[in-house]
């Protein structure tokens, strides 16, 4: 069976296309395709707080694609959630209004507890050692997400208005940042040691380039090198010499000060990136419905 996850974020929107296969053990997801288009709302929505007519053109014509390859791969159901750009834009429910009605698309604005929620969904405490502590990191355009899990029950969970887009245009304040340190501090000062789980494009990508292997943790001091000699290069350089796509080069350095930064705070010396995200967790929650619907007896629909 095949669903499909639709994240509208501040930095790109995302088509993901995933397989569920269902086994003895349980079931078992497989990523089939994902579509990352950078629109960059969160420029238009941090600065102005208001989303302009040309990024909203973008915007229904990425829906429309996206719409037409959800038909051609017949899933059993799908859904699109919008985060912290959308969230902040005055127009956002305008927009939303005009995609559905130009795609047939309903977009759900999401909050951050929920799209904390949803990437919890992925059901990473499974996967964790039972016996220790984790706080896992969502690094977004416009936000981050922190949960922090022990004995795999989560304590504590907030949203921050701290992100790579928010960085990079300077519009994160001292305040802001202060108490998105402090938090990190009181919150996980009783669970030591401590373990950090990463999630987002820049940290998968930054895993990538330490060509460790999968499910092998990436030491805070090997990040710190790794932003360290990203920072050295100019924008130019990082896309000319390292390869790296244009809206990638430009807020990887800020999303390693957040990952860095949290690590540093909580006293982390190692942080897994399994590569999951919201529309993993969207994936899961599709498949849940699925369940639940046809236990019923229910015809499942998007």
Same mark, same amino acid.
């Given at each position: 069976?095949?669903?499909?996850? @639709? =994240?509208? &974020?501040?930095?790109?929107?995302? +088509? ?11 079931? #078992? /997801? ?106 896992? @990191? =969502?690094? &977004?355009?416009?936000?981050?997400? +922190? ?11 907030? #949203? /921050? ?106 006293? @982390? ?34």
């Amino acid at each position: 069976m095949k669903f499909a996850a @639709i =994240d509208i &974020g501040s930095n790109a929107v995302r +088509l993901l296309f995933s397989h569920v296969y269902e086994g003895i053990n349980g079931p #078992s /997801f497989k990523k089939a395709d994902l579509v990352r288009i950078p629109i960059r709302l969160g420029e238009d929505a941090f600065l102005h707080k208001k989303i302009s007519e040309a990024k909203i053109e973008k915007l229904i014509l990425a829906m429309k694609a996206f719409r037409h390859l959800i038909d051609l791969n017949e899933v059993l159901g799908f859904k699109a959630c919008a985060t912290s750009a959308m969230r902040e834009a005055v127009n956002g429910q305008d927009i939303i209004d005009r995609v559905r009605k130009e795609t047939g698309i309903d977009i759900e604005i999401i909050d951050g507890k929920t799209e904390a929620e949803i990437i919890y969904a992925n059901h990473t405490a499974e996967s964790l050692d039972p016996a220790s502590d984790y706080l896992y @990191i =969502d690094v &977004g355009g416009g936000s981050t997400e +922190l949960t922090l899990f022990s004995k795999t029950k989560i304590v504590a969970s907030r #949203s /921050f208005n701290v992100g790579t887009i928010r960085l990079l245009n300077n519009i994160v304040s001292r305040e802001d940042w202060n108490e998105f340190k402090n938090w990190v501090r009181t919150e996980t000062q009783d669970y030591h040691p401590l373990t950090a789980i990463g999630s987002g494009g820049n940290i998968n990508k930054i895993f990538k380039m330490s060509r460790k292997k999968q499910n092998r943790p990436l030491a805070f001091s090997k990040l710190r090198e790794l932003n360290d000699y990203l920072e050295s290069f100019t924008l130019r350089q990082r896309i000319e010499d390292l390869g790296l796509n244009p809206d990638r080069a430009d807020v990887i350095v800020p999303a390693g000060k957040i990952f860095l930064t949290v690590m540093k705070a909580a006293a @982390i010396e190692q942080i897994y990136v399994p590569q999951i995200g919201m529309a993993d967790g969207l994936i899961h929650l599709l498949y849940e419905n699925y369940k639940t619907e046809r236990r019923k007896g229910i015809v499942f629909h998007e």
